[in-house]
Structures are given as structure tokens and as C-alpha cells.
């Protein structure tokens, strides 16, 4: 069956660092695209990044463009999610999403001075 499990969240300064992994399971995963969202406390969930299955062209949500990186070890079977220059309002549970069917239990990311 399909797994997806997220990890690398945590507490983290205003412009500090964060990579998060994404490991999966159970398909052919360089066959699909993945994808990274995340919620926040009374907020609806939403897109953060995307990949294609080879990695080769990835899109992100407007507010962090320039500061986020998506990015993928087919041969591990893992995505990743690199958050630079971190802002308190990227506070949020971020999950990974296998073409928004199945996703992670995901994890948390809290931005805090």
C-alpha cells in the first residue's frame, strides 16, 4: 500500500532553516509528480511546491518562491522540501502528497523567536 512519511519538521528562529524529507512507498514513485502543502491553524490547507516525476521542473506558491526548494532522490524514493529564510507565518503542518490521493501524516513546522 501507498506510505508516505513525512519528517525534519521542528522549532525554528525567524530566518533560520528547515529541510523536511518526504520518504514513500508502495508505487512507482519516479513515475509521479509530488507535491508539498501545508495548513495552518485555521487556515485551509494549501499548495507549497510541486515536482515532476523526473524533477526536472517544479512550481511553487507565490509567498515562497526564492525562499523554498523542492526537490527528489528517485533512486531513494524521497522528496524533499528545503525552507530557507523561514517567516512566522510559515508556521503549519506540512504534508506530501502523492497526486493529492494519498498523503503523509505529516509534520510540523513552527517559525518562533
Known sequence: Q??????????VQ???????SCAASGFA???YAMSW??????????LVATIT??????????SVK????????????TVYLQMNS?????TAAYYCT???????QGTQVTVSS
Open 14 to 20: 525567524p530566518g533560520g532553516s528547515l529541510r523536511l
Open 2 to 11: 501507498v506510505q508516505l512519511v513525512e519528517s525534519g519538521g521542528g522549532l
Open 53 to 62: 516525476s523526473g524533477g526536472d521542473i517544479a512550481k511553487y506558491e507565490d
Open 29 to 31: 514513485f519516479s513515475n
Open 66 to 77: 526564492g525562499r523554498f526548494t523542492i526537490s527528489r532522490d528517485n533512486a531513494k524514493k
Open 37 to 46: 502543502y501545508r495548513q495552518a491553524p485555521g487556515k485551509e490547507r494549501e
Open 98 to 104: 502523492l497526486q493529492g490521493h494519498y498523503w503523509g
Open 86 to 90: 523561514l517567516k512566522p507565518e510559515d
